[in-house]
């Protein structure tokens, strides 16, 4: 019986614990550079990307120009998104948990949704 209470309560945080929203840390900041980085640490720092303190939005700095930018977790994945407008957003960088990423960039000739043009990174948490 005390057992069976035991793995009851263990599931139960378990399940508890799955089902809790995932939410990024504030001030989380990512470096990305071209994909070889992955296996050459010597790759220039291209993009960094941003979580603010509210975590709901962020910032991208490439090129000597920052963007503000909406953030969001959605599945696994963080991703900033800018520019558009109510309906979609025009670029977005978006990670993966193993640190691919992939900058997207849409408009209004973009087709359901496909990008008209992607880069690829690879990203690390600072």
């Given at each position: 019986?005390?057992?069976?209470?035991?793995?009851?309560?263990?599931?139960?945080?378990?399940?508890?614990?799955?089902?809790?929203?995932?939410?990024?840390?504030?001030?989380?900041?990512?470096?990305?550079?071209?994909?070889?980085?992955?296996?050459?640490?010597?790759?220039?720092?291209?993009?960094?990307?941003?979580?603010?303190?509210?975590?709901?939005?962020g910032k991208i700095?490439?090129?000597?120009?920052?963007?503000?930018?909406?953030?969001?977790?959605?599945?696994?994945?963080?991703?900033?998104?800018?520019?558009?407008?109510?309906?979609?957003?025009?670029?977005?960088?978006?990670?993966?948990?193993?640190?691919?990423?992939?900058?997207?960039?849409?408009?209004?000739?973009?087709?359901?949704?496909?990008?008209?043009d992607t880069q690829?990174?690879?990203?690390?948490?600072?």
């Amino acid at each position: 019986m005390a057992n069976s209470i035991r793995i009851s309560a263990t599931v139960i945080v378990l399940v508890a614990s799955l089902t809790a929203p995932l939410h990024a840390s504030a001030g989380e900041v990512f470096e990305c550079t071209d994909p070889v980085g992955r296996f050459d640490a010597d790759q220039p720092v291209v993009v960094v990307a941003t979580v603010h303190d509210d975590a709901k939005t962020g910032k991208i700095d490439v090129a000597g120009v920052t963007y503000e930018t909406d953030y969001r977790v959605k599945g696994f994945d963080r991703q900033w998104g800018f520019g558009g407008n109510d309906e979609y957003y025009e670029f977005l960088l978006i990670i993966e948990p193993n640190g691919d990423a992939t900058y997207m960039s849409f408009g209004p000739d973009s087709e359901y949704g496909i990008p008209l043009d992607t880069q690829d990174f690879f990203c690390k948490p600072r």
